[in-house]
């Protein structure tokens, strides 16, 4: 059963990419996507512009964004990938996370102009709303991230799934448990990182700490193998690693280190003005790290 997957485009070079990543995942998964481009007018609606005038623009816009839609289905079409186009109007990020629930989309995907943590909290950013606000799973792909090279029988998708035992990564295991059609091009590795600061470890002796973080590490592979074991009876080939670190910065080196595609985490639904000063693994990650980013609600 193929994924109604929304792709999101403004006619930029990021948004490009972001077409052209989906083109490659669809060659591997299932995917029917839709192409959307939203017109945003509201910020015209402050500077006093007779109602005629605004008439006109929304006019010129529309036919920029059929232009923009035009071209990027061609492309898609071009490389042997069918979707369905839709103009939209109004604020982009709320308008993108209604419509996917409109269209019933499984999977939303956006590019992201990396700006930083503080610039997206002041002044905004299209993919952090959606991400925040969006119940589906959210794809961010970056303009540093791998592409899907060769074919799907010799290049794997390699995902990087950070597991701590919550109820957010579970939800990741569940969003695979979807596309298990897929599961034998994708081969997945589940990581779990034991922060020694947050079990307070670094107060106590050698030889305790030693023992702590052996039961932790111990803990740890157990986790893993439980959700290791239900992805194999899908079919995945899965890996399984424990770490020791800060879980961000430790998901974003791992990505690095072993050339995955895409790193997956869990959201815990924080505010995004809470994830920027107490800080969130899904925040850290998708703004940190160089890889794709697919954040399930």
């Known amino acids: 059963m193929a994924i109604r997957t929304l792709v999101c485009t403004d006619g930029s070079q990021p948004s490009a990419r972001t077409l052209d990543y989906v083109i490659q995942l669809a060659k591997r998964i299932p995917l029917e996507p839709v192409l959307v ?11 006093m512009i007779a109602d005629m005038y ?14 923009v839609l035009e071209r990027e289905a061609a492309r898609a079409r071009e490389a042997g990938v069918e979707l369905e186009t839709r103009l939209l109007e109004g604020s982009p990020g709320q308008v993108i996370c209604r419509a996917a629930e409109e269209l019933g989309a499984a999977l939303v995907v956006l590019g992201r102009r990396g700006h930083s943590d503080m610039q997206d909290l002041l002044f905004g950013s299209i993919s952090s709303h959606v991400v925040h606000h969006t119940d589906r799973p959210a794809l961010v792909v970056k303009r540093t991230g791998r592409f899907l090279e060769g074919s799907p029988e010799r290049r794997p998708i ?4 950070g597991m701590d035992g919550s109820d957010a990564s579970e939800r990741c295991l569940d969003a695979l448990a979807t596309i298990k059609e897929a599961a034998a091009g994708i081969h997945v590795t589940l990581i779990h990182v034991i922060n020694p600061k947050v079990h307070g ?22 986790l893993l193998e439980r959700g290791a074991e239900r992805l194999r009876k899908l079919g995945f080939e899965v890996a399984t690693r424990v770490e020791e670190g800060a879980v961000g910065k430790t998901l974003c080196r791992i990505y690095e280190e072993d050339e995955h595609d895409i790193v997956m985490v869990g959201r815990r639904g924080l505010k995004e003005a809470s994830e920027v000063f107490v800080g ?3 925040h850290h990650v998708m703004h940190h790290c160089a890889g794709h980013v697919l954040i399930v609600p």
């Open 201 to 222: 470890l670094q107060e106590l002796p050698a030889k305790a700490r030693y023992e702590a973080l052996s039961n932790l590490f111990a803990q740890g592979e157990e």
């Open 54 to 67: 605004l008439d006109i623009i929304r006019e010129q816009a529309r036919r920029g964004g059929d232009l």
């Open 158 to 161: 390699r995902c990087l799934l």
């Open 280 to 282: 969130s693994v899904s």
């Open 37 to 47: 481009h939203v017109i945003d007018l509201k910020k015209l609606e402050y500077r």
